[in-house]
């Protein structure tokens, strides 16, 4: 086995450790480039990070031999998304009917997940990971960049590489050092998310959906042993929630999913409680010269649909497959770096205009009627064909545009 070589001709430096990094990593260094992966944190243990693997993210895995690993680590699956209404349950997707060997969205800790997946990567010579790496800077040389300035342990440490890769998330600092301007849009709501263990009369999984009230709406995902909650509110009533008490939004929770009131003793104070401040937007441009962005670093995405995983990890593999050829080459141009966003843009775009009707269709009108919600005429006539269930189902898993492996 040969030793990991920073100073090859096209060592590349990947910035965060999440879905797309770790991804990308693996496939890169999998073809014998050398790749320094780069984490901010100590380790994986983050509270309310998404859980949800579509089926084109499987197929993914699957190609990258993974699935059967990865599914071991799933602890459940949802074949049906469902809004449940003070009157009625509704099928919005139905991924059952979907032709895949994957017809469900598997919920799976983040955590374990890129745990897995960093173990699986550290199988190559080609591949190291640095961990509690706070990167701080860039790497100019001749208006290019050639690599990264990280703090660890105290002290100043360099990477240098032929392509530096910003994968660190919607507050990506390798962005902002770039100088490249995220355009933000603010949709109407935000989350607040916490846990609850499941107890004993908490229902089966079928429960993992949404769940609308009298202005309220709360998202539930089965984590095996607890429930993963999103309380919906409007933007910028957080103040106003918390100052009515920890009672009152005890009771809130209660109209909307009865079955949470044996542990709703386990939610005692609002530290607890995370605040999701929900933003969307993306790049106008992903890179420039010995850059590229992916993932939440290009795009925001909301988290409605669950699909934020997916997409960063199809940005990953559509990296990958326009990138090997020419990093093993040691050509990577502009022209390479444009062609990823190229391919990635038009899904983007269209997810998040998906994802835009919703908020301002569904969930602004929930949360703003006052009256016990109901969901718009055409959108109960629709969900009432199997065609439109599954029609909805492959947009969720597949978008417009999914990615498959080029080099296996």
């Not at 990093?327 to 391919?343: C, F, N, P, S, W």
Request: net charge positive; hydrophobic share 40%.
């Amino acid at each position: 086995m040969s030793s990991f070589n920073e100073s090859a001709h096209n060592h590349v430096c990947i910035v965060g450790a999440g879905p797309a990094g770790v991804i990308l990593s693996i496939l890169l260094a999998r073809q014998g480039i050398p790749v320094t992966l780069l984490e901010g944190q100590v380790d994986f243990d983050r509270d309310f990070r998404g859980d949800t693997l579509h089926a084109s993210s499987m197929e993914i895995l699957d190609q990258m031999g993974l699935a059967e690993s990865v599914l071991k680590l799933c602890h459940a699956r949802v074949e049906k998304f469902q809004l449940t209404t003070p009157e009625d349950k509704i099928t919005m997707a139905d991924f059952s009917r979907l032709k895949t060997p994957f017809p469900y969205i598997a919920l799976i800790p983040q955590e374990r997940f890129l745990t897995f997946l960093t173990n699986e990567a550290k199988k190559t010579p080609n591949f190291r990971l640095i961990m509690n790496a706070k990167v701080h800077d860039l790497i100019m040389e001749d208006n290019k960049i050639c690599g990264v300035i990280y703090m660890k342990d105290g002290k100043d440490h360099e990477v240098r590489a032929c392509l530096t890769i910003g994968a660190d998330g919607r507050g990506s600092r390798v962005r902002e050092k770039a100088g490249i301007k995220l355009g933000k849009t603010t949709p109407p709501m935000d989350v607040i998310w916490f846990k609850l263990p499941r107890g004993q009369n908490t229902g089966s999984g079928n429960a993992t959906g949404g769940r609308f009230g009298t202005g309220a709406m709360l998202a539930i995902l089965d984590r095996g042993d607890e429930w993963q909650l999103g309380f919906v509110i409007l933007k910028g009533s957080y103040k106003s929630l918390r100052e009515k008490g920890m009672a009152s939004f005890h009771d809130e929770l209660i109209k909307l999913a009865p079955e949470l009131k044996p542990v709703l003793t386990n939610l005692k104070d609002w530290s607890q409680c995370a605040i999701l401040s929900v933003v969307t937007g993306r790049v106008d441009r992903w890179y420039k010269p010995g850059l590229l962005l992916i993932g939440d670093a290009a795009h925001v995405m909301s988290p409605v649909g669950g699909v934020g995983i997916n997409y960063a990890i199809h940005d990953a593999v559509a990296a990958a497959n326009t990138l090997i050829d020419p990093l093993i080459k040691g050509t990577v141009t502009e022209m390479d770096l444009a062609e990823v966003q190229y391919r990635r843009e038009r899904p983007i775009r269209f997810i998040q205009a998906v994802q835009s009707i919703i908020q301002r269709r569904i969930i602004a009108n929930a949360l703003t009627s006052g009256k016990p919600f109901r969901p718009p005429f055409l959108v109960r006539i629709m969900a009432g064909f199997s065609f439109f269930q599954k029609r909805l189902a492959r947009i969720m898993a597949y978008g417009l545009q999914p990615e498959t492996l080029k080099h296996r």
